[in-house]
């Protein structure tokens, strides 16, 4: 579901089942711009990150998305200023805070970190680690600072507990309390939904979607997830190897994908191989146009399983249901197709009247299908 898209009313609804605090009143920062320019991150023989450019725009919502060590976790700790870059520079509002000579230290960036783990002092209260960040402010101050930023994720009554005394989700909570009690201009989650159960998830994407919004800080989420970039981030960085392989909106990436890498992590294709001749591929499946890739060259074909239509028999391709298990909303189908030697994957509603083993027609409308290069991967 593409961001904003769930009832927002219906949304708040459940926060306050589940004990969030009133949406708006959250304080608002100064949102500063952000900026990597050639950034390099070795340790030692591995190179975390290989000269990475990246501006974040002032109050935009960015979220790095990739697999298990790609860099994502790298690249935030740099904007934090817990590690320093190999090479290349990390601007704040267009300033280098990475310079050896001109480091800035994390307490004086201006920035917010939610840790994975959350990263809450065991030996502290609630209240105290909230007010970990505002050894500036006045004792009174402070706590009043704190209290409001409990009272935004629905958690002021456990001022005085303890870390160990909450649920997961709830210390989830209390980090992103601590995180935006300072105000901070920028704002970094790493993985932030990722230790919590399905329904908690949807609950504290959506409630920190919304908290984001009222602070205004420009953020960064870290996430394995597209489901998750998709529905709380301005714009997507998808990441591969400690590079950026492709950089849009969540439309952008899921409908033009411009490699099959990031084909792939959007979607769960059923994959056909052809080689170029003419324009365009020739498989099993249909032949599907390949612009600009060089006759003779081999491609793979990328079909969406939603986007397969079962028809009668003798329409379309010959094939046969081999396969099929009730999702609710669809069926997922297997099919076995005349002439291509894998299973094609369908997401569809089906007739009660097919059965599995039954003859079936399949329609794949060409221009839904995504070619590319084979050596692309
Ligand atoms: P994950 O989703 O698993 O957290 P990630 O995309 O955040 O992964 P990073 O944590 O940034 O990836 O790690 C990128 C690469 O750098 C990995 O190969 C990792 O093992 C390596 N790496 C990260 N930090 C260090 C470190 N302090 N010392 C040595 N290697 C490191």
Same mark, same amino acid.
């Given at each position: 579901?593409?961001?904003?898209?769930?009832?927002?009313?219906?949304?708040?609804?459940?926060?306050?089942?589940?004990?969030?605090?009133?949406?708006?009143?959250?304080?608002?920062?100064?949102?500063?711009?952000?900026?990597?320019?050639?950034?390099?991150?070795?340790?030692?023989?591995?190179?975390?990150?290989?000269?990475?450019?990246?501006?974040?725009?002032?109050?935009?919502?960015?979220?790095?998305?990739?697999?298990?060590?790609?860099?994502?976790?790298?690249?935030?700790?740099?904007?934090?200023?817990?590690?320093?870059?190999?090479?290349?520079?990390?601007?704040?509002?267009?300033?280098?805070?990475?310079?050896?000579?001109?480091?800035?230290?994390?307490?004086?960036?201006?920035?917010?970190?939610?840790?994975?783990?959350?990263?809450?002092?065991?030996?502290?209260?609630?209240?105290?680690?909230?007010?970990?960040?505002?050894?500036?402010?006045?004792?009174?101050?402070?706590?009043?600072?704190?209290?409001?930023?409990?009272?935004?994720?629905?958690?002021?009554?456990?001022?005085?507990?303890?870390?160990?005394?909450?649920?997961?989700?709830?210390?989830?909570?209390?980090?992103?309390?601590?995180?935006?009690?300072?105000?901070?201009?920028?704002?970094?989650?790493?993985?932030?939904?990722?230790?919590?159960?399905?329904?908690?998830?949807?609950?504290?994407?959506?409630?920190?979607?919304?908290?984001?919004?009222?602070?205004?800080?420009?953020?960064?989420?870290?996430?394995?997830?597209?489901?998750?970039?998709?529905?709380?981030?301005?714009?997507?960085?998808?990441?591969?190897?400690?590079?950026?392989?492709?950089?849009?909106?969540?439309?952008?990436? &899921?409908?033009? !994908? %411009?490699? #099959?890498? =990031?084909? +792939? $992590?959007?979607?769960?294709?059923?994959?056909?191989?052809?080689? @170029?001749?003419?324009?365009?591929?020739?498989?099993?499946?249909?032949?599907?146009?390949?612009?600009?890739?060089?006759?003779?060259?081999?491609?793979?074909?990328?079909?969406?399983?939603?986007?397969?239509?079962?028809?009668?028999?003798? &329409?379309?391709? !010959? %094939?046969? #249901?081999? =396969?099929? +298990? $009730?999702?609710?909303?669809?069926?997922?189908?297997?099919?076995? @197709?005349?002439?291509?030697?894998?299973?094609?994957?369908?997401?569809?509603?089906?007739?009660?009247?097919?059965?599995?083993?039954?003859?079936?027609?399949?329609?794949?409308?060409?221009?839904?299908?995504?070619?590319?290069?084979?050596?692309?991967?």
């Amino acid at each position: 579901m593409v961001k904003g898209e769930e009832s927002l009313a219906l949304s708040e609804i459940k926060a306050g089942w589940l004990g969030w605090g009133r949406r708006g009143t959250a304080g608002a920062a100064i949102p500063m711009a952000l900026g990597f320019e050639g950034v390099t991150q070795r340790f030692g023989s591995v190179t975390a990150l290989s000269d990475v450019s990246l501006s974040v725009e002032p109050g935009e919502i960015v979220a790095l998305l990739g697999q298990s060590g790609c860099g994502k976790t790298t690249l935030l700790r740099l904007a934090a200023g817990v590690e320093r870059p190999s090479g290349g520079r990390v601007l704040l509002e267009g300033r280098d805070v990475s310079a050896p000579d001109r480091f800035v230290e994390p307490e004086h960036r201006g920035v917010g970190f939610v840790f994975q783990d959350y990263a809450l002092f065991p030996h502290l209260t609630v209240g105290e680690n909230v007010r970990f960040g505002l050894r500036d402010q006045s004792a009174a101050t402070a706590e009043a600072t704190a209290l409001r930023a409990l009272a935004r994720v629905g958690l002021a009554d456990f001022y005085g507990g303890y870390p160990h005394m909450l649920s997961g989700g709830e210390q989830q909570r209390v980090a992103l309390a601590r995180a935006i009690a300072p105000r901070p201009g920028v704002l970094l989650m790493d993985e932030p939904f990722s230790n919590l159960d399905r329904r908690l998830r949807d609950v504290v994407r959506d409630e920190t979607a919304a908290l984001l919004e009222e602070t205004g800080a420009t953020s960064i989420i870290v996430t394995h997830d597209p489901e998750d970039a998709m529905r709380i981030a301005d714009r997507i960085v998808l990441m591969r190897a400690g590079q950026i392989a492709q950089i849009g909106t969540g439309e952008e990436l &899921y409908r033009r !994908p %411009a490699s #099959l890498f =990031a084909a +792939r $992590f959007f979607c769960d294709f059923t994959e056909v191989e052809g080689r @170029v001749a003419g324009g365009a591929i020739d498989t099993p499946l249909g032949r599907f146009a390949a612009p600009g890739m060089p006759e003779g060259s081999d491609a793979i074909a990328c079909i969406r399983p939603h986007r397969v239509r079962i028809v009668p028999k003798g &329409y379309y391709l !010959p %094939a046969r #249901l081999i =396969a099929r +298990r $009730f999702l609710g909303e669809v069926d997922h189908l297997q099919i076995a @197709v005349e002439g291509f030697e894998r299973v094609l994957s369908v997401r569809a509603p089906l007739s009660d009247e097919i059965a599995v083993g039954d003859e079936v027609g399949v329609e794949i409308p060409s221009d839904e299908v995504l070619v590319f290069p084979a050596a692309d991967q």
